[in-house]
């Protein structure tokens, strides 16, 4: 039995340093798509092309309804790219608000490599062709699973309106532990993703929206992040939600909708 047991140990210590120095593909799961590839969002829109400080091409999308409000800044989850997730934006569209949702390196018509330093770097020139199109206080920042990372990390480091975070975690530790790899906090990991330290530094209003039965990031999680919120912040559980479709239950467009038109 005693070889069992140390074999189990060698094989659980891999698996531990498989995540660790694998860490981005087991996150990442990134869909190219070709430079000709036609979107059809269903609203009018124009394809934003931008260049990092080191050469790389980074694309997104400019959804412009007919009466724009303000501006959404969306960032994604993990899964394909940005056509993955324009279904979520209509919710915006609909009501009237523009949505800017650019795709990560690597990602669709993104070019480069993620590293977690240009994962969140890049959002600050998504951030400045935003205010160019309107001020800062129009500005709503919208993260979405991975994307409340570079959500968090925005709002704590640029001005806007409000933050809104949908089925965010605390931070890649968190979800390591949950997975059974019981790493401590730190900023060893190639993506350590803090929305916890992030949001210490945010001084707008946050709301934060989650499922219940959240099978991808737990409600724990989540829950973990009520203590570094503000007051007149707001914690959303959705009762029964899943990861993906919260958008399908009422208290989460009512939650939206009363948050974004409150008076601050």
Known sequence: MGWLLSGLIVLYALYCLVF??????????????PASFAF???VPFEEVRLKATDGTLLHGLLLQPDAPG????YFHGNWKNLENYLPFTKKFTDLGYRVLIPDYRSFGKSKGRLTERSFLGDTFYWYDYAISQCPAEN??????????????????NRSCKQLILETPFVNMYDIARRYGMPFPNGNYFSFSLRNDSALKA???PVLILHGTKDETVSI??????????????????????????LNE???????????MKQVE
């Open 20 to 33: 660790l120095f694998l860490q981005s593909v087991f996150i990442f799961r990134p869909q190219k798509l």
């Open 40 to 42: 059809n969002p269903g």
């Open 70 to 73: 303000g501006t959404i800044l």
């Open 139 to 156: 500005i709503y920042i919208y993260g979405r699973s991975l994307g409340t990372a570079a959500a968090a990390y925005l709002a704590a």
């Open 202 to 204: 945010v001084t707008v």
């Open 220 to 245: 724990e999680s989540g829950r973990k992040l009520k203590q570094y919120l503000k007051p007149g912040d707001r914690f959303v559980e959705i009762e029964n939600g899943k990861h993906k479709n």
């Open 249 to 259: 239950f009422k208290e989460y467009h009512l939650a939206l909708e009363n948050f």
